[in-house]
């Protein structure tokens, strides 16, 4: 998936955003460690990561359609979701590309072609498209936790207040600041064309003057990213995921003795609490690791800190590999939402299986319409078939 073209690339990217002038011999270790991170990259980020890429995508978009239908779609819950699920479907496509496990389908040529030639464009123009996707992913699901709380806290209130409409308004807001933070990037870096011979050359990613100047790539992957799409929603859905689950305990010790009918709110309850569980649980161990490089500020001979480990960087074959799981359960927890809906959601175990078997496309018998007569006392009715002889 990975070749010697892309340590080629890498080196002059650095040289062109740095602005080296002296020149590094890598010795054997070196190479060797750069082989390893083919083979694990190959690994984790080509085949486990197509997988769940694949079967990520096709989850997201069932559950799209089936929380568009008609009988839940008015749901303010039903909204969240289907916002949660068109941003992991995002997550997921972008993935595919800044991960690079589009290389699998590559033979060593187009290979080395498409890192000459396509990469930079790739980490310039579709990287940041990935990192909204995450933070709205995020953002939506610590909104969706705050007002599942607010509603079992104040049930009367979060009734009359919380809209279909309110909830777009929020999820429109999200995306916008989400945007706002991420867009300076777009602007921070350029494809540049490096001529090798006449009739060659390579287009390499370099800083722009505006990304020199105020280092906003820096401080986005530094803190931002850190601070705002991991480490404080974590904080505040731990915090919000423990209230909620005392409430629901609450809620359950009141019912004792009253008769067994089934309480919609407690299931609602409780499929939103998986789904926070499930996200603090994927992206417990990257939180952990942006924090460890947000105190140590992860840079490497001085130059502007990266998102991804390179191939020449000077980490450790423990911290690559830590790096990929990290990465691979960040990647999985844009799939795994679909599986609470069946657990917990009977409604919409029942609609997808609708939808999976085409239950609602089957043609139904239809009862041929019937005339009725009335011999004007209402006990003496006569109904006819119209189909009849």
């Known amino acids: 998936m990975v070749n010697l073209a892309n340590v080629t690339t890498d080196i002059l990217s650095k040289v062109t955003t740095t602005e080296m002038t002296t020149s590094h011999k890598m010795t054997a270790g070196e190479y060797e460690k750069i082989f390893f991170r083919i083979k694990l990259w190959k690994i984790c980020h080509g085949y486990i990561m197509f997988i769940l890429i694949v079967l990520g995508v096709v989850a997201n978009i069932l559950a799209f359609i089936i929380l568009s239908r008609k009988s839940v779609r008015r749901t303010t819950i039903a909204v969240y979701l289907r916002a949660l699920s068109l941003a992991d479907t ?13 290389k699998l389908f590559l033979t060593e040529a187009q290979d080395t072609y498409t890192v000459l030639h396509y990469s930079a464009y790739l980490n310039t123009y579709v990287e940041p498209f990935h990192w909204i996707a995450l933070g709205v992913s ?56 490096f001529h090798i011979t006449n009739t060659s050359s390579i287009y390499v990613r370099v800083m722009t003057k505006l990304g020199r100047d105020t280092l906003y790539p820096c401080s986005y992957h530094i803190y931002v990213i850190p601070l705002l799409w991991y480490i404080l929603p974590w904080i505040i859905l731990t915090s919000l ?7 629901v305990r609450r809620s359950a010790r009141i019912r004792v003795g009253l008769p067994n009918i089934p309480n919609p709110n407690r299931n609602l309850s409780i499929l939103i609490l998986l789904i926070v569980i499930i996200y603090m649980v994927c992206n417990f161990p990257i939180s952990i690791m942006v924090f460890y490089k947000l105190v140590n500020h992860m840079s490497e001979n001085g130059m502007c800190i990266k998102e991804t480990t390179t191939l020449t960087s000077t980490t450790s074959k423990e911290f690559d590999i830590i790096n990929a799981i990290t990465e691979i359960l960040n990647i999985l927890n844009s799939c795994l939402n679909i599986v ?35 011999t004007g006392r209402e006990s003496n009715t006569v109904v006819e078939s119209t189909g009849s002889s």
């Open 90 to 102: 995002f997550v997921l496509i972008t993935a595919f590309f800044r991960y690079n496990t589009y």
């Open 138 to 193: 995020s953002f939506v699901t610590l909104t969706l936790s705050i007002e599942r709380f607010l509603a079992i806290r104040y049930p009367l209130t979060i009734k009359r207040s919380c809209t279909p409409f309110l909830v777009r308004v929020c999820i429109t807001g999200i995306v916008a600041i989400v945007v706002i933070l991420t867009s300076p990037n777009f602007f921070s870096f350029r494809v540049q064309e």
């Open 241 to 247: 995921n423990l209230l909620l689950y005392l409430q």
């Open 340 to 374: 609470v809906y069946c657990m917990v959601g009977t409604k919409f175990r029942r609609q997808l299986r609708d939808f999976l078997f085409c239950t609602l496309c089957k043609p139904v018998n239809k009862v041929s319409p019937q005339r009725v007569f009335t």
